[in-house]
């Protein structure tokens, strides 16, 4: 994330950094959104995602995670070929992503859609 956001994009004769530039041009409806808001909006993000981080609490490596718990939400990597793709792998992860994704839809106003 840190490499995305120190590349620089010149938009509208105003400097943005990666994360900004690379959304504006996946998504079209951020073109049309005003560029100070964009970027006060993903430096807030940014921090709140930061401050998410360095809250966490980091295991041991000797210490033991149980796959059936409901204390962490686990995804196993899979490779079909091409790519490695996370696919949730308890039953927790599994609920997890199915809430995650009712919620997207909601903000989205239905527009999002995703099959697992």
Known sequence: ???IRVSVFNIDGKEVN???GLAMQFNPSFA????????ELEEKEHENIMNELNSLELKEAKDVIFL????????KLEY?????SPKP?????????MEEIKRLKE???ERFVLDI
Do not use: C, P, W
Request: hydrophobic residues 30%; glycine residues 10%.
């Open 18 to 20: 990666g994360m900004i």
């Open 89 to 97: 792998y308890n039953d927790y992860a599994k609920r997890h992503q």
């Open 68 to 75: 059936g718990t409901d204390e962490f939400v686990i995804y």
């Open 1 to 3: 994330m840190d490499y």
């Open 107 to 109: 903000l989205s106003g």
């Open 32 to 39: 049309s959104r005003d560029i100070d808001e964009l970027i």
């Open 80 to 84: 079909d070929g091409h790519t490695l």
